[in-house]
C-alpha cells in the first residue's frame, strides 16, 4: 500500500474509531442517569450494552492504532491481525455483557417491576437510535473504503445496538401500558441478539486469524486474471490470505522453458498487474515453472477454472 492511500486508510479508520469511543461514553452517561430515575431492566439493559461498547470500542481504537504501525524486522508483514485480535475481544466483551442480559432479563419476567419515567426513557432510547445510526453510516462509509476487519466489527454490534434500542422502545411502551413483564422479556430477547452478533464477529476474527483463504468468487477471479495473462500456460497451488487491508497472493505459474528470463518475468509482472485490477494493494508472489513433463507430473493442478 502506498503512503498516499496510507495515510487516506489511517485517518478513516482512526475517525470511525474515535467516533465509536465518544458515541458509547454519550450514551453510558445519559442511560445512567435515566436508569436511576426510572429503575428500567430495558435501560439497565441497554447501559450495560454501552459499557461494553466503550470498552470493545476502546480496545477497537488501540488495536487500529497498532495495526497502523509500519512493518518491522520482527514482523515483516506489518501488524494487521491485531484487528482480529481486537475483534475477537469485542466479542468476549459483547458475549459476556449479553449473558448478563439474559440472566437480568429472565429474573425480570420471573418478577416484574414498575417503571418509572417512562416518557424520559424512551426520549432517551431515540435519542440513542439517532446517534447510532449516524455512527453507523459513517462506519459503512469507512469500512466500504478500507475494508478494515475491526471497522466491520464495530460496526456490527453498533447495528445490533439499534435493533437493541427499537426493542428498549417497545418494552418501555408495553409497559406503560401494563404488560410488565415486557421490560425484562424485551432484556433478554435484546441479550440472544446481541450473543448471535458476537459469535459471528469471533467467527469471522478466528478465521482471519487461521489465513482463512479468500472467498471462492475472489479466487476465481485471482484464477482468470493469471491464466488470462498472454504466455501463462498453467497455474497451480495458489494460495490467498488477508489481514487488515492487505490481501496477500502466492501460487505457482507455468511458462515456456525456453523463454528468456527477462521474458518470463515481464510476463509474471504483467500477471500481477491483471490481479491489482481487482486487489489494488495486493502483495503477490508469483513462482514460476518450465512447462516440461517433471512439472506436469509432479504437480497435482488442483486450481481449475
Known amino acids: 500500500m502506498d503512503q498516499e492511500n496510507l495515510q487516506k486508510y489511517r485517518r478513516l479508520v482512526m475517525l470511525a474509531g474515535t467516533a465509536s469511543v465518544s458515541t458509547a461514553v454519550l450514551f453510558i452517561v445519559i442511560k445512567f442517569v435515566v436508569w436511576m430515575f426510572s429503575g428500567s431492566s430495558v435501560i439497565f439493559a441497554s447501559l450495560t450494552d454501552s459499557i461494553f461498547d466503550m470498552l470493545a470500542s476502546l480496545i477497537n481504537l488501540l488495536a487500529l492504532r497498532f495495526s497502523l504501525a509500519p512493518p518491522d524486522k520482527e514482523h515483516r508483514f506489518g ?45 432517551v432510547s431515540i435519542v440513542c437510535i439517532v446517534f447510532t445510526v449516524l455512527l453507523v453510516l459513517l462506519q459503512t462509509y469507512v469500512y466500504s473504503k478500507t475494508k478494515s476487519e475491526s471497522i466491520a466489527a464495530d460496526r456490527l454490534h453498533y447495528i445490533s445496538d439499534v435493533s437493541l434500542n427499537l426493542g428498549v422502545v417497545a418494552a418501555l411502551v408495553l409497559s406503560s401500558f401494563g404488560y410488565m413483564f415486557a421490560d425484562g422479556l424485551f432484556a433478554a430477547l435484546i441479550g440472544g441478539f446481541i450473543l448471535k452478533g458476537a459469535y459471528e464477529i469471533g467467527m469471522k476474527a478466528v478465521q482471519t486469524l487461521l489465513d482463512r483463504s479468500l472467498s471462492s468468487e475472489d479466487m476465481q477471479k485471482i484464477l482468470e486474471a493469471i491464466v488470462k495473462t498472454e504466455g501463462v500456460k498453467d497455474i497451480h497451488d495458489l494460495k490467498t490470505h488477508s489481514a487488515g487491508p492487505m490481501v496477500y497472493v502466492q501460487g505457482h505459474i ?15 509482472t504483467l500477471a500481477e498487474k491483471r490481479v491489482r485490477v481487482h486487489f489494488p494493494d495486493a502483495e503477490i508472489t508469483l513462482h514460476m515453472e518450465p512447462d516440461n513433463f517433471e512439472t506436469r507430473t509432479s504437480v497435482n493442478f488442483t486450481d481449475e477454472i
Open 79 to 123: 501488524h494487521h491481525k491485531s484487528q482480529s485480535l481486537a475483534s475477537l475481544a469485542q466479542a468476549a466483551f459483547i458475549g459476556g455483557s449479553a449473558v448478563l442480559l439474559i440472566i437480568h432479563g429472565v429474573q425480570r419476567c420471573i418478577s416484574p417491576e414498575e417503571v418509572s419515567h417512562i416518557g424520559a426513557a424512551l426520549i
Open 254 to 268: 507455468v511458462l515456456d522453458g525456453g523463454m528468456s528470463l527477462f521474458d518470463a518475468h515481464e510476463i509474471v
